[in-house]
């Protein structure tokens, strides 16, 4: 299959610091990148499905402002995490897909996780 | 209120042993029901996309199934590296937009 590679794997903040979270598909063309969040020992979240060259789709109760998703080419997507609190420490894990057929992908290629913890 | 469950919680079987995992969800606008599977600490693996009732999809010893109120993964034969969290999802679409609605998985041992 194919590969998503994210960096880094793990990052230490300290409250108030904004982290970057990037996400590359290594060997195919992704139109549509998805960020998940997942807390210990409990299931996954969607956080926002991006498209290439176009504003993010957050879902509900997901704060656009807070959570920043930049999908600038085909290859490679970003979240930042801006002004980080130790409530936003979590497992974020990016996934990324090249079907076409609506909104959500027929396959998806995930990372392997990035582990934020915000001191 | 929309609901996803997945039952059991934990599923021991001996190797060889076919079973059935099943997630039921209560939802309206269902766009597609998804099956994942995760092992402890890295990213999930996606196996399957539903989108319509009576539809069908296998991989290997993997068959999904689909209704109007419940999927279920069939594991026929399993081997041991066949253990792993295994997740589902619901899209839906509702009048605040779409919304993905992940169960709390089932927790799969298989032991040799």
């Known amino acids: 299959g194919a590969v998503v590679s994210q960096h880094p794997s793990r990052v230490i903040c300290k409250s108030g610091t904004s982290v970057k979270i990037e996400c590359r598909s290594l060997d195919f063309q992704a139109t549509t990148m998805f960020w998940y969040r997942q807390f210990p020992k409990q299931s996954l979240m969607l956080m926002a499905t991006?498209?290439?060259?176009?504003?993010?789709?957050?879902e509900q109760g997901v704060e656009k402002d807070k959570f920043l998703i930049n999908h600038a080419s085909l290859t490679l997507s970003t979240l930042t995490v801006t002004s980080a609190h130790p409530e936003d420490s979590s497992f974020y894990i990016c996934?990324?897909?090249?079907?076409?057929?609506?909104?959500?992908?027929?396959?998806?290629?995930f990372g392997p996780g990035t582990r934020l913890t915000v001191l | 209120e929309d609901q996803v469950t997945q039952s059991p919680e934990a599923l021991r079987l001996q190797e060889g042993e076919s079973s059935s995992l099943n997630c039921s969800y209560t939802v309206s606008g269902l766009r597609g029901l998804f099956w994942y599977r995760q092992d402890p600490g890295k990213g999930p693996e996606f196996l399957f996309t539903l989108y319509s009732a009576g539809e069908e999809k296998e991989k290997e010893r993997l068959k999904a199934t689909l209704t109007k109120k419940e999927s279920f993964l069939h594991i026929t034969a399993p081997k041991p590296e066949d253990s792993a969290t295994y997740l589902c999802?619901?899209?839906?679409?509702?009048?605040?937009?779409?919304?993905?609605?992940f169960g709390a998985g089932t927790r799969l041992f298989v032991k040799a």
């Open positions: 999802a619901v899209r839906l679409l509702d009048t605040g937009g779409f919304k993905t609605i």
């Open positions: 991006s498209n290439e060259g176009s504003k993010a789709t957050y």
């Open positions: 996934s990324a897909g090249s079907g076409t057929s609506g909104v959500f992908s027929d396959t998806q290629y």
